[in-house]
């Protein structure tokens, strides 16, 4: 019996497991709701975009049981719609991963009241709204001792100050730190009521968010990781697979860096 609990085939399944993934359509979203599929679960991802959703489809739809809702985050009303989407579609909810996010850059001195807000609503407020609307759902499911996960992705950003972007990122760098602290809030609130929660705090990896930056300095963010490189889909999907399953059902309150070590260094940075 312990034996077969012991199994990573057993340990590390998300068979049966229903999931939730928001900016799932594109990036590490996409990867995740990809890791998910192939591990078991059946998914749900969502986005603001139609076209951005199907062309995600079109490639999940052949890993397992997965479909999309529009949604904007950040949209009150349609986060709504997500909500009875995912009751409608599940009986309940297992995994709920905070995924979308959205970057504002610009030099501090001219940096816009405007990308400010939409930077904080979209990667902080719309994760507090959508959790608090989300955990009825997620209560539901706490059956055999197994919690339902919250895994909010964060960034290495929230952890270290960032310079190899040139601009100024603070808006963005603010609310994933607010993001960590509130990750070890929520798992104090949510705990007892058989809800992890939980952050990955990934360093670059390649999407539509780091295009920009990787194309104009790729050996700077390659120089400034002691692995000397940006990580791989698998590393990503790894971490939060064992946040989702079996192995990982007694972390709670954590920050999880997926960074190659890159927010402990100083980096090479010959550059500067
Ligand atoms: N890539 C990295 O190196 C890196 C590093 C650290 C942290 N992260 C974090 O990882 C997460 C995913 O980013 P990514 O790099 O994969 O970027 P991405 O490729 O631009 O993906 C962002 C996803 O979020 C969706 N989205 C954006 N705003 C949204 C909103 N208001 N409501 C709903 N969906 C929205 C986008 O689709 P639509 O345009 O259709 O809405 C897309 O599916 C973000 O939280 C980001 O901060 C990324």
Redesign the pocket.
């Known amino acids: 019996m312990i034996a077969e609990a012991l199994q990573s085939s057993n340990l590390f399944s998300l068979r049966d497991k229903t999931a939730l993934i928001?900016?799932?359509?594109?990036?590490?979203?996409?990867m995740l709701a990809r890791g998910l599929l192939i591990n078991g679960a059946r998914v749900i991802i969502?986005?603001?975009?139609a076209e951005?959703?199907e062309r995600a489809l079109a490639e999940l739809l052949t890993y397992g049981d997965v479909s999309a809702v529009i949604?904007?985050?950040?949209n009150e009303s349609q986060r709504g719609d997500l909500v009875s989407a995912v009751a409608e579609r599940f009986s309940d909810l297992d995994i709920l991963i905070n995924?979308?996010?959205?970057?504002w850059g610009a030099r501090f001195e001219d940096y816009p009241d405007e990308g400010f807000a939409k930077v904080l609503d979209?990667?902080l407020n719309?994760v507090f709204s959508l959790t608090r609307d989300l955990v009825p759902a997620l209560r539901q499911n706490l059956k055999d001792d197994e919690p339902a996960r919250i895994i909010n992705?964060?960034?290495?950003?929230g952890i270290h100050v960032p310079v190899v972007q040139r601009t100024s990122t603070v808006a963005?760098s603010a609310s994933?730190a607010a993001l960590h602290h509130m990750t070890k809030i929520l798992a104090v609130e949510l705990g007892p009521l058989g809800i992890t929660v939980n952050a990955v705090?990934?360093?670059?990896?390649?999407?539509?968010?780091?295009d920009y930056v990787l194309e104009h300095y790729r050996k700077d963010i390659e120089d400034d990781c002691p692995m000397g490189r940006?990580?791989r889909s698998e590393e990503i999907v790894g971490v939060v697979t064992y946040l989702a399953s079996r192995a990982g059902a007694y972390t709670n309150g954590t920050v999880i860096p997926v960074d190659g070590g890159t927010s402990v260094s100083k980096g090479k940075r010959e550059w500067m």
């Open positions: 928001t900016g799932g359509s594109s990036g590490i979203g996409l969502s986005s603001r975009k951005n959703c949604c904007d985050v950040t995924n979308a996010g959205a970057n979209t990667n719309s992705i964060g960034s290495m950003d963005y994933k705090a990934p360093g670059f990896f390649a999407s539509k968010m780091t940006i990580g």
